[in-house]
Nanobody
Framework: QVRLVESGGGLVQPGGSLRVSCKASGLNFNLAAMGWYRQAPGKERELVAR???????NYTDSVKGRFTISRDNARRTVYLQMASLKPEDTARYYC?????????WGQGTQVTVSA
């Protein structure tokens, strides 16, 4: 019933910007903490950014100052605005939430940073 659908990925040049979105359904979105994770080939999935129901945020060190997570409760959507993108940011980006002690994931959206 819980569904997370990511969109907005694509190809971007180094130094460029991109915003990915995650639409959520099947949960009380206003009460849910949401997160963005990413996974590159050969690497484990890692937390990129997280936002609580009260809009407190935290980021992994490698993206601090470059990425911004936000939420729009009316649209049941969480965003990740990415700036100053680097090739090492290339990964599939996944939306995540924890609801009733269960982790839910979207299908992911691919972000490729290349000249």
């Amino acid at each position: 019933q819980v569904r997370l659908v990511e969109s907005g990925g694509g190809l971007v040049q180094p130094g460029g910007s991109l915003r990915v979105s995650c639409k959520a359904s099947g949960l009380n979105f206003n009460l849910a903490a949401m997160g963005w994770y990413r996974q590159a080939p050969g690497k484990e999935r890692e937390l990129v950014a997280r936002i609580t129901s009260s809009s407190s945020t935290n980021y992994t060190d490698s993206v601090k100052g470059r990425f911004t997570i936000s939420r729009d409760n009316a649209r049941r959507t969480v965003y990740l605005q990415m700036a100053s993108l680097k090739p090492e940011d290339t990964a599939r980006y996944y939306c995540n939430t924890r609801w009733r002690d269960t982790n839910f994931w979207g299908q992911g959206t691919q972000v490729t940073v290349s000249a």
